[in-house]
């Protein structure tokens, strides 16, 4: 009986972690209303997720505003450089796709063209705030890594750009998948990015190594 009320197994550790998922995808969904700190949001959630929903430490909240705190200022400036591309990219795509869909020809290779270039700044984006969220970066030096790490692991990164996308597509159809989809998607992200942001910092792999044994 005393095991049933242990509350770091059982049905009550799955209860911690539902909570968990459910309220960090609500906190994340609220604080990106404003748009412009949707970026420490992201990194934050990141963040949380691989702490405290991933590796089962406790406190996921507070380990989610420390982080959000913590990269505040970086993760603002570097989206007000994301907000106005992503708008200039999204205004390039539906030009090219109404002139592409109506003429054809010509028109409708360069609408291809766009939509698979598209992959480049979204892969961008779909590394920027998880690195943020694990290291500590200035915009250019948190900009550059992320076009690397685009450019050298492509297969992973277009997984990441699906998962995002269909996830994103999926919240803004219907309203209720926001309150687990985000810590769904970020955790499936971090399947991948955590491997290669391993791969890439012998000393991430042994702090993690040692608060696994720990």
């Known amino acids: 009986m005393g095991e049933f009320f242990n509350p770091e197994k059982g049905i009550w550790a799955w209860l911690s972690t539902l909570v968990d998922i459910c309220g960090l995808s609500i906190l994340w969904t609220l604080l990106c209303l404003p748009a412009v700190t949707a ?57 090219v796709r109404w002139y592409g869909t109506r003429l054809g020809g010509g028109a409708y290779v360069l609408y291809v063209a766009y939509y698979f ?69 970020m955790l499936l992200v971090s399947l991948f990015s955590e491997r290669i942001f391993q791969k890439h910092s012998p000393e991430l792999a042994e702090e993690d190594a040692q608060e696994e044994s720990g």
């Open 39 to 95: 970026g420490p949001a992201t990194a934050a959630l990141y963040y949380a997720v691989v702490k405290c929903v991933r590796r089962r430490e406790s406190g996921a909240f507070g380990c989610f505003f420390r982080s959000f705190r913590t990269n505040f200022k970086v993760g603002l400036l570097a989206g007000l450089i994301v907000i106005p591309l992503g708008l200039a990219l999204l205004g390039g795509y539906a030009v």
């Open 117 to 185: 270039a598209l992959a480049l700044p979204a892969g961008v984006l779909c590394w920027l705030f998880p690195l943020l969220g694990r290291f500590d970066y200035r915009v250019g030096g948190l900009f550059r890594t992320a076009l690397q790490l685009t450019a050298a692991h492509l297969p992973s990164t277009v997984v990441m750009v699906l998962l995002t996308f269909q996830t994103a597509v999926f919240c803004i159809e219907r309203w209720w998948p926001t309150v687990f989809m985000p810590v769904t998607a």
